[in-house]
């Protein structure tokens, strides 16, 4: 038999998994045990046939219903004798064992409903004299003696449902503390005047339920004995109009406070049927579900106190100004479904609601008024709560819509489902205590102005989601509302009623709560939440804000949200974003809750949850997000408790996955629901459609020898690049300066006897004949104004001296050589044979910064080299000059050149 169990077991969940899918497959296989917490026991739904005797001794509370019981012996509960609630409802059990109650001396609560206990003796009760609760309901019970006369605790007893024929449930006072009697669903047709006489000494009885119990005949004071009664319960009993005025009298003698008589089929309401609560201090009266039709004139007349009426679900077809004669305590009056059928209207006369002066909540709430005139609603001078939703046609509301309620203190009005088609100026002006207003779900085709909520100034919330046509907004929107804290527009805007400068809300600095949900938009400015300092909800789900998250956006991405830095909850579903900026959700520290589920997020920058340190709840579901790194997701993932991040394609890899997946296996303050079930890997193939949570970790480990042998060949292929690279472009470079620390190396250099010359000229000036009146023009005046001296050719050769030897010495005597870079400085045989020859021996061989290139046309530097021997690199920087080509630059050139010639001629480094 024991071998058998195993493969039972199998073949259970096999079934279970083709026949109800996996998820309840596995709750079912779960449930094999009782629950505990907490000293509690959740036993149910087991089909134990006894009490188990493996729970905790210290139990306080069992449940045992929902299983196959067929008694509760005492012994099977000696292990739990602290029990203060056992629950045993809903089995087989047919007697309560006398030793109970010995058993379980602390027991408070007896849940015995639904079973088949047939005979009930004062034995099987005597010793549970700590019993408060005792449900006995839906039984078979046949009464014997006095079987509740020991339960002096005894608070609340239920015996309906059981076919009892008489509410007489024993001859002798007893339950002295007695507050809810439960009688309803019985056989008894007759209150006898002594079936009640059981309770005369029980004061404190407040609730007597009578729910469909088919009463013909009320004997005069049979609620004699129960005078103190506060709430009676009739639903259900089907007594007829006589048979309900004959009650009312009988409770003229109680203490009667409340009174349900729903689903009595009430057709016709008399003006004599309450006529014998006149003199009681009734204040609750419930008269829903009964089909009513009519309601005669001064039906009420007699309920002088009634503070609450209820006529929800009725079929009233007129209501005039006599129907609530008499209702002058009237605080709370529910009309919900009362008015009208299902497919015609009812009137209601004008001062109809006049007798109501205290009234404070009318309800008319899916009831179908035929019209509104402007004094249906005359005489509430205290009404502060008026629902009209989905009950009449108001089309156009103006000033004068309304004006019948001009006189009321009105705190709260529901026009929910008027067919509301424009809204006037100062439509809404008469409300000046108004702080909600709904005008949900109509047809609202206009541009706010702001006129329109003109008087509204104490208004905390308006909702105005759902609307079948658009509304446009407009930068004054809310002017007349500074105080809103909740504000709705879900489903209502067109697309581009947000694109305005400056935003629609900045008058709104208290607002709390924003919806803008399902609008489709997909244009709104940077300053869009501006001001909204005290911002906490703000819900802009279905809409279509890709666009202005991406980095491509002309423009860079929108930040809009950087104007509410304090908010708790962001809803941003279903948007189609694709990428989250850097700067998107920057600032908001207080950050509660973050949903972004349904869009198509994949990469996500590592600093983009940075600021989310307070992040409670995650919503990440149905987008395309393949890795969850610590570089992501560690900030926010760090006080979560709860996440849902289901239904992604995750990449089951040790780069992608591995940080997730051991986070998962070491939180434990962070609720993640159908972790087996949603969370799926979609790459490799070797763990396609498996859990996330199969992934091995362990493969993982092996990775660090091959990442550093990675690391050092990516460094040494990269090394071997650049040196190819540096040799390839600036070999020349480096040879140059390997020749000059040659030289100095070797001793070639005589750097410190130059730096100790005197020298005759600034600058020899080495130029081709063609640019001879450049050089005189620009460098000649210079020696004038800035008492420069140049050496020039053909003005200072040395008299009886040759030509080669003379330019010799003449270079020797200047402390910088200057040439004047043009074609055709590169084309004169004479410079590129000698002149530049001798210059680069001074800069090679005597190892002096001497030089200095002016050029007047753009020329390659290969060209330069070629004909010169000189390269731009072979100098410093601040020796190559260009000569501008706007005139306005020139002074700034030879300031430049300034600066070059009177550098010192150091050694080259």
């Known amino acids: 038999m024991c071998v058998l169990r195993p493969l039972l077991l199998s073949v259970v969940i096999i079934i279970c998994y083709f026949v109800t899918g996996p998820y309840n497959c596995v709750a079912a296989v779960k449930k094999t045990s009782c629950h505990v917490q907490d000293g509690r026991a959740d036993c149910r739904h087991l089909s134990l046939s006894e009490i188990p005797q493996n729970l905790p001794r210290n139990l306080t509370s069992l449940d045992m219903s929902h299983n196959r019981l067929r008694a509760v012996p005492p012994v099977s509960l000696t292990p739990y004798p602290g029990l203060i609630h056992l629950d045993v409802s809903y089995n087989s059990i047919t007697k309560v064992d006398e030793g109970l109650c010995q058993t379980l001396p602390l027991l408070q609560t007896l849940n015995m409903e639904h079973n088949e206990v047939f005979v009930l003796k004062k034995e099987d009760v005597s010793h549970c004299t700590k019993l408060t609760r005792l449900i006995m309901a839906s039984n078979r019970l046949k009464l014997q003696g006095e079987p509740f006369s020991a339960l002096q605790s005894l608070k609340f007893l239920d015996v309906s449902i059981n076919k009892l024929k008489s509410a007489k449930l024993g001859t002798q006072p007893q339950l002295p503390n007695l507050v809810n009697l439960n009688l309803a669903s019985n056989d008894f047709t007759t209150l ?219 705190r709260t009005l ?187 997020l994949n990469n996500l920058k590592d600093s983009v949850f940075d600021d989310l340190n307070s992040l409670e709840v995650l919503f990440l579901e149905k987008n395309t997000i393949t890795a969850v790194r610590p570089e992501v997701f560690k900030t926010p993932m760090s006080n979560l408790s709860l996440l849902i991040m289901g239904k992604n394609p995750f990449d089951c890899t040790c780069e992608s996955i591995l940080w997730f997946v051991t986070w998962l296996n070491n939180t434990n303050m962070t609720n993640v629901p159908g972790l087996r079930e949603q969370y799926m890997c979609n790459t490799p193939l070797v763990y396609f459609n498996h859990s996330i949570m199969d992934f091995d970790g362990l493969s993982c480990k092996d990775m660090t020898p091959f990442q550093a042998l990675y690391i050092l060949s990516s460094t040494a292929v990269i090394m071997l690049i650049v040196t190819a690279l540096l040799v390839r472009f600036h070999g020349w470079r480096i040879q140059f300066y390997c020749n000059i620390l040659i030289n100095r190396t070797l001793g070639f250099s005589d750097a410190k006897a130059e730096e100790g010359r005197q020298f005759k000229y600034d600058a020899y000036v080495i130029h081709a004949e063609e640019d001879g009146i450049w050089v005189e023009r620009s460098m000649t005046p210079l020696e004038k104004s800035e008492n420069c001296k140049f050496c020039l050719e053909d003005r200072d050769s040395v008299a009886g001296m040759s030509q080669l030897q003379s330019i010799v010495d003449n270079m020797r005597r200047s402390r910088k050589i200057l040439f004047v870079i043009t074609e055709s400085l590169l084309r004169d045989p004479w410079c590129r044979r000698f002149t530049a020859h001798h210059a680069l021996h001074q800069v090679i061989e005597a190892s002096r910064d001497s030089v200095v290139l002016v050029f007047l046309q753009d020329v390659h530097d290969y060209k330069l080299s070629r004909s010169l021997f000189l390269r731009r690199g072979m100098l410093r920087p601040c020796c190559i000059l260009d000569w501008p080509i706007h005139k306005e630059r020139i002074p700034a050139f030879r300031q430049k050149l300034l600066i070059a010639l009177g550098m010192t001629n150091r050694l080259q480094e």
């Not at 048979?243 to 009312?248: D, E, F, P, R, S």
């Not at 089909?291 to 001064?298: H, P, T």
């Not at 329109?452 to 407009?474: I, P």
Request: proline content about 3%; aromatic content about 6%.
């Open 192 to 410: 006898k005047k002594d079936d009640f006489s059981f309770l005369n000494h029980s004061t404190s009885l407040q609730v007597l339920n009578l729910s469909s119990v088919p009463l013909k005949i009320l004997e005069p004071g049979c609620f004699k004995p129960i005078s103190r009664l506060h709430t009676l319960i009739m639903d259900k009993s089907n007594m007829g109009t006589l048979v309900i005025a004959k009650l009312c009298k009988e409770l003229s003698r109680t203490a009667i406070d409340a009174l349900s008589l729903r689903n009595m089929n009430l057709v016709t309401l008399t003006n004599t049927t309450f006529a014998g609560l006149q003199n009681t201090s009734l204040s609750f009266l419930d008269l829903s579900h009964n089909d009513m039709v009519k309601i005669e004139e001064g039906s009420f007349q007699w309920l002088t106190r009634l503070q609450t009426l209820i006529l929800e679900d009725n079929k009233i077809k007129h209501l005039t100004k006599d129907t609530f004669q008499g209702l002058k305590s009237l605080k709370k009056l529910q009309l919900t479904k009362a008015v009208g059928k299902s497919h015609t209207s009812a009137k209601i006369d004008d001062f109809s609601f006049q007798p109501l002066s205290a009234l404070e909540s009318l309800i008319l709430q899916n009831s179908r008024v035929q019209d509104i005139t402007k004094h249906t609603f005359t005489g509430l001078t205290s009404l502060k709560e008026l629902d009209v939703s989905w009950s009449t046609s108001l089309k156009n509301i103006n000033n004068e819509t309304l004006a019948s309620l001009a006189g009321s203190p009105l």
């Open 414 to 600: 529901n026009l929910t489902g008027t067919a509301i088609a424009q809204i006037n100026p100062g439509a809404f002006s008469v409300f000046r205590n108004l702080t909600t207003l709904f005008l949900n779900h109509n047809f609202i085709s206009q541009i706010f102005t702001g006129k329109e909520f003109e008087g509204l100034d104490q208004v905390r919330e308006l909702y105005m989601g759902n609307n079948y046509m658009k509304v446009n907004l407009s930068s004054t929107s809310f002017v007349n509302v500074p105080n809103l804290r909740v504000l709705t527009l879900e489903k209502s805007l067109t697309v581009k009623a947000l694109d305005l400068h400056p935003s629609p809300f900045k008058p709104l600095p208290n607002l709390t709560i924003l919806d803008l949900s399902n609008n489709n938009i997909a244009n709104i400015r940077e300053d869009l939440l501006e001001g909204l300092v005290n911002l906490k909800v703000l819900k802009l789900q279905h809409n279509n804000l890709a666009r202005l998250w991406k980095n491509a956006n002309l423009g860079g991405p929108v930040l809009f949200l950087k104007g509410a830095p304090n908010l708790k909850t962001l809803l941003m579903d279903s948007n189609g974003l694709d990428e989250i900026p850097a700067g998107g959700l920057r600032g908001l520290h207080d950050l509660r809750e973050l949903s972004l589920g349904s869009n198509l």
